[in-house]
């Protein structure tokens, strides 16, 4: 039975495979001294005895309720096994025996690990790689201390391991597909509505353009994400219904915003699958010729990975599209298997660096200079470079000392609906003009 005081259960090197769990008091602590309890289970992987006995101690002294200790990955799955899930495993990787990465694949899929802090001397960049690891292998990363340890580092990424069960149950909700039946309903009733995110300069904050997205506007459940019907749509073949209603709606909205003065170039997101439609083009050209629209003023966005092997009935589409006009953007840039080749053969002239990019910009030095890759890229092949993600003045700022002249973000505005955004455009028209 565990006490109410930290406790700690070691395995040592070389015990038999059954562990015997030894509990004892954490010692060296003033019991008239208050210690802020964590109600945390906490596993120390590391095969280093110091090393270890630092950070069980440090954890006692931050007031975690249960603390185990391990030298490696297979006495730490035994450990599991005997006293159930923990919230935390603090995690070496590199040691002899069943190491640190071993021991995350074998519980990524248990369950039997909430969350994982990384504690390696390994080089920067291979941590970086675990990083990535453990996010594939469905665990929560809490965050990347290092070593030597430090108190304050441990206790912040503890206190986000607290906050983590309040976040977690509307994310369960949000995958949860809608039937086909509704969707198609909402499809012919006119539910499913463009939505638009300006796209801006990021030196004077001047709109460039927006990007069409979608968002169910449902009698009963009110807005709903495109989480929830995109993939239905995908598999029943619907895709060219959304987009050529999409592309009625946000030519119209182009209109009135003509009307004020304002020209919007106006994005939408294309499916590769989409391209071997014979009738894509044919019916884009009708749709502008009701509106009296120009293909200058449309852009079509492509993710990069469903074009690495494009067909040549593909090939024509995006010629033909370019032919009317049309700007054509690789979105996502960077998130797939770039292919260079592939860009320099498919007749793009935009490249959208993934968000992702933006995310770890300040953290990451490589993706300051994955970044500036991409920009001198798209230089070299005469391609505008948009940088979507950006969601702070901090990034806006690091970004134009890297050269970038375009952005997407909730920095400057999220998505809305055609006539908030018309409504929206006005006010920016007229702050611009107080401004001067």
Known sequence: MFMNNPTTVEISAGESNTPLATTHHAPGIDDSIAVP?????????????????????????????????????????????????????????????MDGLEFLQRVGASGQVKSVIISSSLSA???RAVHQMVALLGLELLGDVGKPLHVQVLANLLSKSLDRPALAQPTAAAVTLASEASVRQALAQQQLQAWYQPKFNLQTGEVCGVEVLCRWLHPTHGILSPALFMPVLERCGLLDELLFAQIEQ???VQRSARAQGVFLNVAFNLHAVQLANAQLTTTLKNLL????????????????????????TSLESLVRLRMMGCRLSIDDFGAGFSSLQRLCQLPFNEIKLDAEFIRNLEHEPRCRAAISSTLALGETLGMSVVIEGIETD?????LLALGCSQGQGYWYARPMSGADLLLWLQQHSDRRDLDE
């Open 289 to 312: 010729a009701h509106h009296g629209a120009c293909g200058a003023s449309l852009t079509f966005e492509l993710t990069e990975s469903g074009l690495l092997e494009a067909p040549a």
């Open 37 to 97: 309890a964590l109600p945390l289970r906490v596993l120390v992987l590391e095969d280093h005895a110091f090393q270890r006995s630092v950070a069980v101690n440090m954890l006692r002294t931050l007031g975690c309720r249960e603390i185990f200790e391990a030298s490696d990955g297979a006495q730490a799955l035994a450990l599991l096994q005997e006293v159930g899930t923990v919230d935390v495993a603090l995690c070496d990787l590199q040691m002899e025996g």
């Open 250 to 252: 946000a030519l119209g």
């Open 125 to 127: 960049d291979l941590r």
């Open 394 to 398: 901090a990034q806006r700022r690091e």
